[in-house]
């Protein structure tokens, strides 16, 4: 598991690295490739530990794992914390500003569940239960 430093300074992404002001492609310009969300969906069923990540049923390559990790602590949505008393290995968790994200992604997966089918919430869980 790559150790990010808690106290490493939040990079904010530069307006001219940004595509433009709007506030969806501001957004997409942090979480729009297909597995930043799926970090955060982990994070929000509880998940903290890399290797956690790792094992999710999509099977996210683990260098594109640490690369999102490191993009969501520099963005300050999630931070590192010992994963226990006394423990050198770092767990990640949700800041105020990644559990924001809760709403949004309860919307795509109601709309998911609405719309496209095949789609099911339990797929998922029974998978990561493994």
């Not at 990079?11 to 940004?18: G, H, I, Q, V």
């Not at 794992?65 to 590192?80: D, K, N, P």
């Amino acid at each position: 598991m790559p150790k990010l430093s808690p106290a490493r300074k939040r990079k904010e992404p530069s307006p001219a690295r940004r595509r433009s002001p709007c506030p969806i492609a501001c957004s997409l310009d942090l979480f729009g490739d297909k597995w930043t969300l799926l970090v955060i969906r982990d994070l929000l069923l509880g998940r903290s530990r890399f290797k956690d990540f790792a094992a999710s049923p999509e099977g996210i390559p683990t260098n594109i794992l640490a690369e999102r990790l490191e993009r969501l602590q520099e963005s300050g949505v999630i931070e590192t914390r010992p994963s226990s008393e006394g423990s050198s290995r770092l767990a990640y968790h949700l800041t105020e500003k990644g559990t924001a994200l809760r709403p949004v992604l309860r919307s795509i997966k109601n709309w998911a569940l609405q719309w496209e089918p095949g789609t099911s919430i339990g797929l998922a869980k029974k998978k990561s239960a493994r």
